[in-house]
């Protein structure tokens, strides 16, 4: 069954393509930078470029996450969204706080602290938005006729995403407790309730696309829950070994790390064991490659490649280096972009009523996009580890050792080259969707649930 409300997941669904793509720019700005053509330095020195590269991937992640969670809540919850205008004001005001925080980097106006540079006035926005969010979904759901365990596991990631976002805006004059609570922030969230986001995600899409009882996904769901929660939480110790905490966090931080794969290892057999146990040949082949995509390359970005590099022998030589960069462009990827791309896959054909999945473009964009990051993944192995052993090991100067490195950064453009293709060919079929249309979601409404109307009037431009 589907709502009318759930129109406005397009929204959010638009602004992931145009951030991604704005993320994309200013990625190639800095490899070119690493190759030696920094003549946009004057402009956009390269720590403005890396800010915004980064805090580009925060927003339309999270603006993918709330999309999906518009379009999946109601439908968990059998009712219409509690209020679609506060929706779009809610979406209106992300993209404000986004466009000002993007200016402020080249206006050099950020707080300086990584991974958290939005200024502080925006912080407080930001704190508005996810109120008017949560609210907006919570009521919802409850509200429903029912509230299932991949609503709940959904709601409770974005809560607590919520919640977790409030340390960071807590500053200290000590560099190490400052460094201590921010990664409460960045390493809970990427490595923690983001995870319950993407399982929550994930279930709804294969308890759609592969025919399996609901009741089957869902009891795998509850493991990858209680992996999330059991290694993620102290795995945060891996952060704390060189900011001068104290140093059990050496023991705490490497043994959970170890085991934060598990959760990883489980979501690939998850979604590879339920696209396979399906009943039903999944009509849109491409959401089902997206989303047994993200359970795989998430295991190889997040999982192994993260725990190659965070056990403390390893790691006292290879953090603050191209290593971090190999591991956290799959792990991004393949967790929480792929994901995205994977319920946007889903959604447009049910919002639309066009079966665009079927066209060349959509395949291409998935393989194109995939073979592209993994290439970009090995050059940054590559330059990473020679990094290590020129300045780490030799005891070459950094710029020297930049400079010696460089020669990778050629194929890591190239292969950045081949996922831009691919994701430009994924924008390029998103577009031709056109806009949802209330008889394609009408179609699947009960004459009941139609009279189910609360919040649900779309605006004129919908």
Not at 392 to 421: K, N, Y
Request: charged share 10%.
């Amino acid at each position: 069954m589907r709502y009318r409300s759930q129109k406005v997941a397009y929204l959010f669904f638009a602004t992931c393509m145009l951030l991604f793509s704005l993320q994309i720019i200013y990625g190639f700005i800095m490899g070119f930078a690493h190759i030696g053509w920094d003549g946009l330095h004057s402009v956009i020195p390269f720590n403005v470029a890396r800010a915004t590269h980064t805090n580009l991937l925060v927003v339309w992640l999270l603006s993918g996450f709330m999309g999906a969670a518009y379009y999946i809540i109601p439908e968990e919850a059998e009712r219409e969204l509690f209020s679609v205008k506060a929706a779009v004001v809610q979406w209106a005001s992300l993209v404000l706080v986004s466009v000002t925080a993007i200016i402020g980097f080249h206006l050099n106006w950020w707080e300086g602290r990584k991974f958290l540079e939005i200024p502080r006035p925006l912080d407080y926005l930001v704190v508005v938005n996810v109120l008017l969010f949560i609210g907006n979904i919570g009521i919802t759901a409850w509200k429903g006729r029912r509230f299932t365990t991949t609503g709940m596991v959904l709601f409770a990631g974005l809560f607590s995403a919520a919640l977790l976002y409030l340390p960071g805006m807590i500053t200290f004059d000590s560099q190490v407790y400052d460094s201590y609570f921010r990664w409460w922030v960045v390493h809970l969230w990427v490595e923690g309730v983001w995870e319950l986001i993407m399982g929550g995600i994930l279930s709804f899409l294969l308890i759609k696309l592969t025919g399996v009882d609901r009741e089957v996904i869902e009891k795998w769901l509850y493991v990858i829950v209680g992996l999330t929660f059991i290694s993620g939480i102290l795995g945060t110790g891996h952060h704390y070994y060189w900011i001068g905490a104290p140093k059990y966090w050496l023991a705490v931080g490497g043994l959970f790390s170890a085991l934060e794969p598990l959760a990883f290892l489980g979501m690939a057999l998850y979604t590879v064991a339920m696209s396979r146990k399906g009943g039903k040949k999944a009509d849109n082949r491409i959401a089902l490659l997206w989303t047994v995509g993200c359970g795989i390359m998430s295991c190889v970005g997040a999982g192994f490649l993260g725990f190659a590099h965070t056990i403390p022998q390893v790691n006292i030589w290879t953090h603050g280096t191209l290593v971090t960069a190999m591991h956290g462009h799959l792990a991004f990827w393949g967790a929480y972009a792929m994901v995205v791309l994977g319920i946007i896959a889903y959604a447009m054909p049910q919002m639309t009523g066009r079966k665009l999945y079927r066209h060349w473009s959509a395949e291409w964009a998935f393989w194109t996009s995939n073979i592209g990051m993994l290439g970009m993944t090995g050059a940054f192995a590559v330059a990473g580890i020679t990094q290590v052993y020129l300045e780490r090991r030799m005891g070459m100067d950094f710029l020297a050792v930049q400079e010696a490195i460089s020669v990778h950064f050629v194929g890591l453009v190239l292969a950045a080259s081949l996922f831009t293709v691919g994701i430009v060919l994924y924008v390029w079929n998103f577009i031709m969707y056109g806009l949802p249309t209330d008889e394609a979601l009408l179609d699947h409404v009960t004459p009941e649930i139609a009279d189910d109307t609360v919040g649900a009037e779309m605006p004129a431009a919908m």
